[in-house]
């Protein structure tokens, strides 16, 4: 059995108030070489958004795939699986493979249903410390300020519960 | 009350002669009395053996808990306390804080608690962990999270002085444990996720100032290498043999970090460490062997000169470090006595080298899954890599799938001990395997600069055997190459050994258990529930005439991310999901130290 599990979400709307909160913040004393590249980010995520039009799916999810050797695997859209793998190279080292949490850092499968993307965005680029630990800031980051929406897309498709744990496959 | 007197000479004697002498006169007599554990491995070769019987194969079994000190602090805890006389030294991970313990009544007598960049806390790879403390000189060595090396008055906690050994704003921090050897305290670095290019320090112990430094990477100004007398596998290396393995200036953030152990040789006056992984995991960006990351050095105590060098992974593709300790030994090696080095690498061989030369006498697995490379040739020292487990082969964006050992390692820093009674090595291992996929990353100053995902999973699911152990606990013979034998534990064993004469070996599980084990045949003897896993490692220590043992639990580290990498639930196929449940159902972080004696 193939499952198909999609999201819609409105990028152009998250878009703009993105843009708010970041040149808030620029304000707020951010130095003048984080603020440029703040912008170049932006601009950035802009044109990623654009392409994607003003609704369109967040993730697209086929599960009940079987290997060669028999495994299940899902199949993923190329942005979603673009996320899983920024994931696995950069924040899984805290919050482990499948985003299921460490003994560090938190799994992140509770806590973004909590999310909207701005917020996603909020804490990932500019990183902040809670009760658990210090989250580091990507900004500075290109290989994850560049993919702030692949990563939302990937860990809502987790956090659904439309993806399971394991490596999952680009859709060819 | 002796004890104290010990001290005290021992103070005096290195104060008319500073490093004159090998090693440090001071520490040299406190590491000969086994009631001290006066440095991390117990002794300078790294053997964390103790000649304490009191505790022994017969008895072990009424070990009791004589004491218990809470850290107050959260974070993985590795290393473990040393015990000077009549006071116990313990390091906690970030923030970093010492606790001097008089051990007659188990008083705090000072605490210090540095103030440290909070900053340091994200660009550290995996946990806030840190390796313990040195002492020598009537000081205490304090190597902190943000690469201040502090010296404090081992009597009363004040600070005598302070430098600097790195920028965490490039990424560079510290995590491993200083040595102190004659006039100097070395160190090293960690960051080689970020890449910063990997170097051992020497500072004098009386002010800090540096004495010498020594690349891993980089223009033979920078390695401290000689092209001529500086040999690898017998042979002179050659100028520039730090650059020209690697593509353009690579090597500028090349990483070869040395956030391991290090071992020292009185009579040779060397050195011993490994160097990590070269930066970023994708190795298809970077070509060549470069060289020296994943390497053992023998560097000259005095100079700093490299005396010999082995690369055991050249060009790495899987992330294995090489920076487990080097354990020295003088042992049999083919009906002939050879003074070795025995070396248990994240690559999955066991490593037995001659300490004087360098040569290469043993390499095999230690783990039977290992399977990314099928020998090593012992004419140039190369591993046999297979082809179908090279993740440059495979390729960037191409995932490469069960190879065995994981990124962890079959072992990590968990250090091994020796027997010189048994003439065994007894080591923690992981029992993991993974899938790898390189991707290109741009690098950014401070950043993380890793280029590959992998995922992890127990290493029966590539064997077929069935097994779902993430772990085991072995007894090797470095003459042979041979597992003598081998104890599955769930998870992996991320505790450092100890063996003692009293024909016993002592080791910590991720669950949180301290287990003794019989030296010759492994049988398990005692095992107590410590308050949280243990990643820290066992040592031993007399008081007032008894023998105590000591070990820190408190789990985290990157232990804490192998644990998840075994609950894959219902996509790893086993079906033995009823071993998999998640480590909260074991344990819980909190840093305790638990001190373990026989009734009265």
Redesign the interface.
């Known amino acids: 059995m193939i499952l198909v599990a999609t999201a819609i979400l409105l990028f152009a709307c998250a878009a703009d108030s993105t843009e708010e909160k970041l040149s808030a913040q620029v304000v707020d004393g951010a130095p003048e070489s984080t603020a440029k590249e703040k912008a170049a980010g932006m601009a950035d995520a802009g044109q990623d958004e654009k392409s994607t039009d003003s609704a369109s799916a967040l993730y697209s999810v086929e599960c009940g795939q079987v290997n060669d050797a028999g495994e299940p695997f899902c199949y993923l859209d190329r942005d979603t699986y673009i996320g899983w793998r920024t994931f696995h190279g950069f924040c899984h080292r805290c919050h482990a493979q499948d985003a299921v949490g460490s003994t560090f850092a938190p799994n992140l499968l509770d806590r973004i249903q909590g999310f909207d993307f701005d917020a996603f965005v909020d804490r990932t680029a500019n990183g902040f410390t809670g009760q658990v630990g210090v989250m580091p800031p990507w900004k500075d980051n290109p290989n994850v300020s560049k993919r702030y929406k692949e990563l939302f897309a990937y860990l809502k498709a987790r956090s659904d519960g439309a993806l399971p744990r394991g490596r999952p496959k680009k859709k060819p | 009350m002796t004890k104290r007197i010990i001290v005290m000479i021992g103070v005096a004697l290195a104060v008319i002669a500073p490093g004159t002498s090998s090693g440090n006169t001071e520490l040299m007599k406190l590491m000969d009395n086994p009631d001290n554990w006066a440095i991390w491995g117990g002794d300078y070769a790294g053997t964390r053996y103790s000649k304490l019987n009191e505790i022994n194969s017969k008895n072990v079994g009424d070990l009791q808990v004589a004491w218990t000190f809470s850290t107050g602090v959260l974070?993985?805890h590795e290393g473990g306390p040393l015990v000077v006389g009549d006071t116990m030294y313990i390091m906690t991970p970030f923030p970093n804080k010492v606790f001097a313990i008089d051990l007659n009544d188990q008083t705090i007598i000072w605490r210090y608690e540095p103030k440290q960049d909070?900053d340091t806390?994200?660009?550290m790879?995996?946990?806030?962990v840190a390796r313990g403390l040195a002492y020598a000189d009537g000081k205490i060595f304090l190597q902190q999270a943000d690469t201040h090396l502090v010296a404090l008055n081992a009597k009363t906690g004040k600070m005598i002085w302070r430098i600097k050994n790195g920028d965490p704003k490039k990424g560079s921090t510290n995590t491993n444990a200083p040595v102190v050897i004659k006039d100097k305290v070395l160190t090293g670095i960690s960051g080689g996720?970020f890449g910063v290019r990997g170097f051992l320090a020497a500072y004098n112990i009386s002010d800090g100032s540096l004495a010498w430094k020594g690349f891993s990477v980089g223009p033979d100004k920078d390695t401290l290498i000689d092209p001529i007398k500086t040999t690898h596998l017998g042979k002179p290396v050659g100028k520039s043999s730090g650059t020209n393995t690697w593509k353009g200036d690579q090597w500028k953030i090349g990483g070869g970090t040395t956030w391991g152990w290090y071992t020292y040789d009185p009579d040779l006056n060397l050195v011993y460490y490994g160097t990590g992984n070269p930066s970023t995991w994708n190795p298809v960006v970077r070509p060549g062997d470069n060289r020296w990351s994943m390497t053992i050095f023998a560097r000259d105590l005095d100079t700093g000169k490299a005396k010999w060098l082995y690369q055991m992974t050249p060009h790495d593709e899987w992330d294995y470090d090489g920076i487990n300790e080097m354990i020295l030994a003088d042992i049999k090696v083919k009906g002939k006595n050879r003074k070795v080095l025995v070396h248990f690498d994240r690559n999955g061989f066991g490593y037995t080298l001659d300490r004087v030369t360098g040569e290469l006498l043993v390499a095999e697995k230690f783990d039977p899954s290992v399977n990314w490379a099928t020998h090593v040739n012992m004419k140039t020292g190369r591993p046999a890599v297979v082809a179908k487990y090279s993740t440059h082969a495979t390729g960037q964006d191409t995932?490469t799938k069960n190879v065995c050992p994981a990124a962890l390692g079959s072992k990590d820093q968990q250090p091994a001990a020796f027997s010189p009674k048994t003439g065994l090595f007894y080591v923690p291992t992981n029992h993991l395997c993974m899938?790898y996929?390189p991707?290109e990353?741009?690098y950014?100053a401070?950043?993380?600069y890793?280029?590959?995902?992998?995922?992890?999973f127990p290493a029966g699911r590539v064997t077929g055997d069935g097994t779902t152990n993430l772990g085991n606990f072995i007894a090797w013979d470095a003459s042979a190459g041979k597992i003598v034998w081998s104890l599955p534990e769930r998870f992996s064993v991320w505790s450092g050994a100890l063996a003692t004469a009293g024909d016993i070996v002592f080791y910590g599980t991720l669950e949180g258990y301290l287990k003794a084990v019989d030296a010759k045949t492994g049988k398990e003897l005692y095992k107590f529930k410590t308050p949280s896993g243990i990643i820290g490692n066992v040592n031993t220590w007399k008081h007032d005439g008894k023998q105590y043992i000591g070990v820190l639990s408190g789990?985290?580290?990157w232990?804490?991310?192998g644990?998840?990498?075994g609950?894959?639930?219902?996509?790893d196929?086993l079906g033995a999901v009823g071993a998999y449940k998640a480590?909260d159902n074991y344990t819980q972080?909190g840093g305790v130290l638990t001190v373990f004696a026989l009734p009265d």
């Open positions: 974070r993985g909070p806390i994200p660009v790879c995996c946990d806030t996720e995932n899938d996929e991707f990353v741009e950014v401070g950043q993380p890793v280029g590959a995902t992998l995922s992890m789990i985290g580290g232990a804490g991310i644990m998840a990498a609950l894959t639930g219902d996509t196929g480590l972080l």
